[in-house]
């Protein structure tokens, strides 16, 4: 077996992508006397959660995840962040290489919810490899990278937040039901309508301005209860006029 180890040098947001990502710098290193002809690598990284202190506000808003402060100490388990593959190619010692990794703001995804959560600082993230690597002189030995490599890193709050806003700035996130966004998009298509923030406005707007049922026939009842007198109120009525 190649014994080959990582580390993780840093983190940073990735203007250029298509939609938000991060990228953290791996630097790799192998025995000096080993040609590395390629590893084809499977990345995982976790959040670490139990590695790092929280705020009130920030506890608050982690209680979906992890239930109350005082239970912390048995639900503060790792949450999933992603799983990706990276190609490394030729190398002898030691190389760096980038390690792209998307990211979704997508709430009802635990490991944004719990990035959502934080006010600022680090998150604690562990990285672990596993894979194959194609090493050797002339020819090569095809070898399984150890089951038990990994990296550690903490990256700053403000990198992931960059990340997204970049792409969602100021922007929150709905999942809706295949068939509710069908009549959602017949709707927008049916009005003109730009985008689906003023779709939503559109309908809000209309709910406003429309009188809902029920506050109508509270109404009319209140009415009718004002305009015909109860029996006992017309008794009293006559009762007082006669000892006038």
Known sequence: MTSISFACTGVRADPYAAGP?????LRISAPADVR??????????????ARR??????????TDLFGERSRWAGTLHPVQFAQVPLLVGAFTGETETDLVVPCTYDMDVSAARYLAALDDGDVPLLLLFSGTAFAGPGGFQVTPVAWDQEA?????????REAIDAHFPGCGWLRLP???MAELLAYRSRHALPSWEA???ELLGTAQAVKPPQAA??????????AVKPPQAVKAAQTAKGER
């Open 199 to 201: 779709t939503v406005r």
């Open 152 to 160: 550690a890193v903490r990256m700053p709050v403000k990198v992931w």
């Open 53 to 62: 202190r929280y705020g009130d506000a920030e506890g608050g808003r982690l």
């Open 36 to 49: 590395v002809h390629a590893l084809a690598l499977r990345c995982q990284l976790r959040i670490e959660p």
């Open 217 to 226: 026939v509270t109404t009319e009842a209140a009415a009718t209860t004002q």
């Open 178 to 180: 295949a068939d509710l």
């Open 21 to 25: 990502a991060l990228v953290f710098r």
